[in-house]
């Protein structure tokens, strides 16, 4: 029995840590559940809160309250806060500068006469808001209508403003020896004739009634002259056929075979003022996608999408 309770002491000892330990987890284990189911039964039995965004602190009223006192919540529960007040009135009122940035947009779409010109562009040009008609009209007369001037941003009261990207100008018109030369003819089977004609550094063959660079071939005379030749002493014939051409209503120009023409036509030097260049044109000529279809003592006629401008002396066009 002394040996058994020896054991029993050998072994307690050992593990008494172990026990201590235990024993304190237990008792922590029940103090934490104690004070958990007692919180539970407060919250159980505690009146209902309510809380106004009025103050920071949350007010704590009746289940139940009278109607004076619910009254007075209400009106504190509703009552904004002042920083809202500010930030409330701007989401729906606009601020000046931005009345003033849509205001210009409006009046700008307004057109009433609907031919694509706003009443205040009109207006300010000298036009009639309630006049359609005037969208086709010319006012500043460079061959542009009202309604492409005010599509192109130019002043349509300015004859050298011109709507587009292409600016034109002529600076001279002159006149200057014809390019056109009588080189030579075939006689065909039909007993008509063909005629070599060179002009620059190209060639046609054409009958009469058929057009060279403005020019039309009117007539043609074959005609041969005896001429005293030094060199054989003595005469020989010399082909001297000529050719009659002419420009619209200009008088008509001879040009004998073989021979230069002293005769002139009209040229114009152009400015393109966007780049700078300038181009000495005549009848035919092109300027990037205009060609020249015709040029008087005072003005050049040039054609581009079917569409024919008059640019003049000391004017610009687009």
């Known amino acids: 029995m002394s040996k058994l309770s020896e054991i029993l ?59 004076n006192s619910y009254a007075e919540l209400i009106q504190k529960i509703q009552q904004p ?14 601020k000046t500068d931005e009345v003033n940035l849509v205001e210009p947009k409006a009046s700008e ?3 009433t006469d609907n031919d694509g010109m706003p009443d205040e562009w009109e207006t300010q040009y000298g036009l009639d808001p309630n006049d359609s008609t005037d969208a086709q009209k010319d006012l500043d007369r460079d061959s ?20 587009g990207a292409l600016k034109l100008r002529v600076l001279n018109i002159y006149r200057k020896g014809i390019l056109v030369n009588f080189f030579g003819y075939i006689n065909l089977p039909d007993g008509s004739f063909q005629m070599q004609i060179n002009w620059g550094k190209r060639t046609s063959f054409l009958k009469v009634g058929q057009s060279i660079r403005g020019f039309k ?30 420009k619209a209503n200009e008088p008509p120009i001879t040009l004998t075979i073989g021979k230069p023409s002293f005769e002139k036509e009209l040229h114009a030097t152009i400015l393109d003022q966007v780049t700078g260049k300038t181009h000495v044109v005549h009848y035919g000529s092109k ?28 004017s610009t066009a687009a």
Do not use: C, W
């Open 109 to 111: 779409a307004l057109d």
């Open 217 to 246: 071939i009117i007539d043609f005379s074959q005609k041969n002259e005896k001429k005293f030749n030094p060199q054989i002493g003595a005469e020989e014939a010399e082909d001297v056929s000529h050719i009659q051409i002419q």
């Open 9 to 67: 002491k050998k072994v307690f000892v050992q593990n008494l840590e172990k026990v201590v330990l235990a024993v304190l987890v237990i008792i922590l284990i029940v103090t934490v559940l104690k004070s958990t189911f007692s919180l539970l039964g407060k919250l159980a039995n505690q009146e209902p809160m309510i809380y106004s965004t009025s103050s920071e602190k949350a007010v704590k009223h009746e289940a139940n309250p009278s109607s």
């Open 81 to 94: 806060l002042p920083i809202l007040k500010e930030e409330a009135r701007d989401l729906f009122v606009k």
């Open 144 to 163: 542009y209508s009202n309604l492409d001037e005010y599509a192109g941003g130019s002043d349509p009261k300015d004859s050298n403003s011109f709507p």
């Open 287 to 314: 300027i990037k996608r205009y060609k020249v279809l015709d040029i008087t003592p005072t003005k050049v006629k040039i054609i581009r999408n079917k569409k024919i401008y008059t640019l003049r002396r000391s």
